[in-house]
C-alpha cells in the first residue's frame, strides 16, 4: 500500500518546483556554504532532494553532490535540472531510512522536510536521523529543517499552507496534541493535469524533542533557529510565528 507522500510525489514534480516555498534556494545554499567556510573539498549528501534545488546549486558552486530521493518523478525532473544547468550531481533512489553509507560524506543536508517529518512512525523518522549521523564523518557536519510543534498551538496550519502554496489546497485539518502529528486533506492536480485527493500525516516536533534524539545519537552539538523560506541565519531566535524550525548539528 503506498503512503501519501508517495502518491503526492508520484507525478508532481514541475508542480512541486512552481509551490513558493521552493523559490528559496539562493539563500538556503548561502547559509550552508557558511556553514561549511565555502570549503570546495567538502562532500555533501541530501537527502530527501526532491527536484534537485538545493544539491544543483551546491554543484553550480562546486561542490561534490550526492542526492538521495524516494521518487522516481522527482530524480527525473532533478537529473533533467542538471542536464539543463550544466553540472553533475550523483542522484539515487534511495529511501531515507534504508540508507547503508557509513562515513562517507563531510556535510549532509535534509531542507524542506526532505523524507524527515513525513513518515508514519517515530521509528521511522529516528531511523533517517540515525542514518544522517552514520552517513557523516567524524566531526561532520549536519543541517536540516523541521516542522516546528509550537506553531499549531498559536496558529491555524490550514491557513498558513493555503497562504503559502500556490499549486494545492489544505482541507480539513486538525492537530492532535498527543502526537503532534497533522491530519490533512490536500487537492492538487499533478504533472499530467489529473486532479488528485490525499489524506496527509505529518509530525512535528518540539526543540526538546529534537535536541533529544541528536544527544541520543551522539552528536556533539545542537543548534536550532528559526527559519524562513530563503532566509536560514543563526541570528533567527525560534518562536512560536516560525513554521520550520532550522537544526544544525556537528558529529
Not at 496550519?157 to 494545492?168: H, M
Not at 505529518?202 to 528559526?226: A, C, H, M, Q, V
Amino acid at each position: 500500500m503506498k503512503q501519501w507522500y508517495e502518491d503526492l510525489f508520484e507525478n508532481y514534480a514541475e508542480s512541486y518546483d512552481k509551490e513558493s516555498f521552493t523559490q528559496g534556494t539562493i539563500g538556503e545554499v548561502d547559509f550552508i556554504e557558511q556553514e561549511i567556510n565555502f570549503d570546495k573539498t567538502k562532500t555533501i549528501l541530501d537527502i530527501g532532494c526532491g527536484t534537485g534545488r538545493h544539491a544543483i546549486e551546491l554543484a553550480k558552486r562546486g561542490y561534490t553532490v550526492t542526492g538521495v530521493d524516494l521518487s522516481d518523478a522527482q530524480l527525473k525532473r532533478a537529473n533533467q535540472k542538471a542536464s539543463e544547468a550544466g553540472v553533475k550531481v550523483n542522484f539515487l533512489k534511495r529511501d531515507a531510512r534504508k540508507l547503508d553509507y557509513e562515513n562517507l560524506f563531510d556535510v549532509v543536508i535534509m531542507i524542506c522536510e526532505g523524507a524527515f517529518s513525513l513518515m508514519e512512525t517515530d521509528e521511522m523518522n529516528f531511523q533517517i536521523l540515525e542514518n544522517a549521523k552514520n552517513s557523516l564523518k567524524d566531526n561532520g557536519k549536519f543541517i536540516f529543517t523541521c516542522l516546528n510543534a509550537l506553531f499549531p498551538l498559536y496558529h491555524s496550519v490550514k491557513d498558513f499552507l493555503n497562504e503559502n502554496s500556490d499549486e494545492s489546497v489544505t482541507k480539513q485539518l486538525t492537530f492532535d496534541l498527543e502526537t503532534y502529528r497533522e491530519h490533512s486533506t490536500l487537492d492538487f492536480v499533478d504533472d499530467s493535469g489529473e486532479k488528485k485527493t490525499i489524506i496527509c500525516n505529518e509530525r512535528y516536533f518540539t526543540p526538546s524533542e529534537i535536541t533529544w534524539y541528536l544527544k541520543t545519537l551522539n552528536f556533539k552539538k545542537i543548534d536550532i533557529y528559526g527559519c524562513d523560506t530563503g532566509d536560514f541565519t543563526r541570528a533567527k531566535k525560534l518562536t512560536t510565528d516560525d513554521f520550520e524550525m532550522l537544526v544544525v548539528a556537528e558529529r
